[in-house]
Structure formats: C-alpha cells, structure tokens
C-alpha cells in the first residue's frame, strides 16, 4: 500500500492541550486511508450489496446512513445506491452492476473521541447526535463550514471524512474549538 502524506502535516502536534490539567477530547488523524466507493445501478444495488458482503465477509450489507464494521474493514451505505468500503480491497464489478472509484486520495479521516466528543461535534454539525437520534454505526452526510463532510460513528467515537483540499483549514478550526475542552492530539 502506498503511504500518503497527511494534508495536516504542517500543522498536527501530537500531544496534551489540556484545559484545568483534563483532556476530554481526543484528535486523531487515521492515516494511510484505503477508501472504495461502490456504485450500484438501482437495478443491482441487492446484488452488488450481497456480492460485496461475502466478498468483505458480513452477513448483510450496510442498509442506508448505517455502516457495518468487522476488523479493521467498515462498509458504509452513504447514500441510497452507494457505499463506501474502508480498509479492503473490494471486487471489480461488471459494468451492468455498477462501478468502484478509489477515494483513498480524496479524504483524511479523523477520528474524534472522548466524554465531550458529542458537545465538540454539536458545535460544528447541524445533526442531533444525542444516542437515541445518531446510534453507533449511524452515517450521515453533512457539511462543516460549506465543506461536504462524512460522518461515521462507531464503538470508539466519531469518524469524519473531509475532502483533502479542506482539511487544513478546518483542522485549524476544530484545534480552535477543542481548546476549550481540553484536547489530547493523538
């Protein structure tokens, strides 16, 4: 696999920034992203679904705005016809199914955790992600100062995917607004 260089290489500092000696939210970026989009025609959206899902070994797919995770491998149904398969390689589909595009380049992937994760993310997003509302394994397409943004929840937080070109710029944010929680860069 090739390693990337991070779009927020000149500006992550590993480390504690903490507020009254206390971190309650911890940044990450999760390198070396391996993203597949899948696109299904709405024809083949059960087939490709089920070929995908034996081939990334689940018992289903990814039903929409949910994901699925097994290992290090997540399918996520991001919009009606298509998913989005983190950490595998997937199958060449036939041109009567669909089509695969590698977004591997396209996106850093930042990981957000941490007792204030929720509140941190509230101050960005328009989506309610109280428990009820944004359950683990919920997907959510959404935007962030006018930037399109994915956003995956899992057992161990909050996975944002923000296109490459953006993500400088909105990390500078988010370091500003983590500032006030006491924030630990991983």
């Known amino acids: 696999m090739v390693n990337r260089s991070s779009a ?45 899902s034996k081939h990334l070994n689940f018992k289903e797919y990814a039903l929409p705005n949910k994901a699925i995770e097994n290992n290090s491998v997540v399918m996520m149904r991001i919009e009606p016809l298509k998913w989005w398969i983190v950490g595998s390689e997937v199958p060449t589909l036939s041109s009567n199914e669909g089509t695969t595009l590698d977004l591997s380049h396209s996106y850093t992937h930042l990981e957000i955790s941490g007792p204030s994760d929720t509140l941190f993310l509230n101050r960005h997003l328009p989506l309610d992600l109280r428990d009820k509302y944004f359950p683990v394994n919920s997907v959510a397409s959404s935007a962030i100062h006018h930037v399109s943004v994915k956003l995956w929840r899992s057992d161990s937080g909050y996975h944002l995917f923000i296109p490459r070109g953006f993500a400088l710029s909105l990390w500078e944010i988010f370091l500003e607004t983590a500032s006030q929680f006491g924030c630990e860069i991983k």
């Open 8 to 52: 927020l290489e000149s500006n992550y500092s590993v480390g504690h920034n903490p507020t009254n000696n206390e971190s309650r939210l911890q940044l990450s970026e999760i390198k070396n992203l391996h993203l597949t989009q899948v696109a299904a025609w709405s024809d083949s959206i059960n087939t490709v679904g089920s070929n995908l």
